[in-house]
């Protein structure tokens, strides 16, 4: 049994076929498939169900792979100790991110984090919040980058600074002649927002205690704030958008946005890890280089 084999496995596992996996390994799927298949008879067990599509792990194979996870977070860790012994930031970083903060985050900090830690290798992906605390929970992402207090338990969460909430208007709707917003004003039935599985959808309808399903003038859905926005242009809708976002406004629709007055009309952005991760220099190099990306935008605002 090797650490390749095991790697081989859980990448299967996690892609749901083998020809993914070998993409993702940067192997040939023949290689791959005979380390699996060499694993399996060392075993004595198949591991894997490869009559489903996609392929999943048999019942061994869930145990095999839960021990698995272990055995190469403690193989990762070694490297981690060394390098701190060192005094060295170096090991692999697999991000997750929230598409509301994925496009007006990433920019402003990557370009520094990928210069001061040079043997820091990066894997980001965009994903939703439920996409990210399964991940997490199944080891196939180190941390995320969240909105605070959406992870649940297992998960520790580290604020990293607030984002206020907006109301983006159109020309045509009543609200768009005032130039702040009470949450109580604003029409339900003119409110678009992001599909089901965005966090960000599940805070606003807490913010306008509208949990229950509400009747609208579009039933409208979407992954994107930026398509949001689009249609409340072409509509009489409104919708809402963060802080962070606003710099992508065009000058000639700076007027369509709106401030919101009094109330939790914000959100806390914070990276998430599991409580047993073990990368601790790579999280503070994180942390520490999104606030201060984040305070040097707001000082030169």
Known sequence: MTIIQ???LLAVANCGSF???????????????MQVKALEEELGVVLLD???????????GEAVLAQAREALKEYDAIKEVV?????????????????????????RFIPDFVKLYPKVELEIREMVTSDIVDA????????????????????????LFSDRFYLYVSPNNPLYERSNVRIEDIDLKDLILLSPGNCMRDQILELCQARRAMTAHYSFESGTLDTLMRIVDCTSCVTVIPEMSLDYISPEHRSQVKTLAKGATSRKIAVAIRRTYVKTSIVKALTDTIVKAVANKVSNA
């Open 136 to 159: 997490l929970r199944r080891d196939r992402i180190d941390a995320a980058i969240v909105a605070a207090g959406t992870c649940g338990e297992g998960i520790i969460e580290q604020e």
């Open 50 to 60: 490869r009559s489903k599509k996609p392929v999943i792990p048999t019942e061994a």
């Open 19 to 33: 020809s993914m996996a070998a993409e993702h390994c940067f192997v040939t799927q023949p290689s791959l498939s």
């Open 6 to 8: 095991l790697e081989y």
């Open 83 to 107: 390098a701190e012994m060192k005094g060295e930031t170096a090991g692999k970083m697999r991000l997750g991110v929230i598409p509301t903060i994925a496009p007006y985050l990433l920019h």
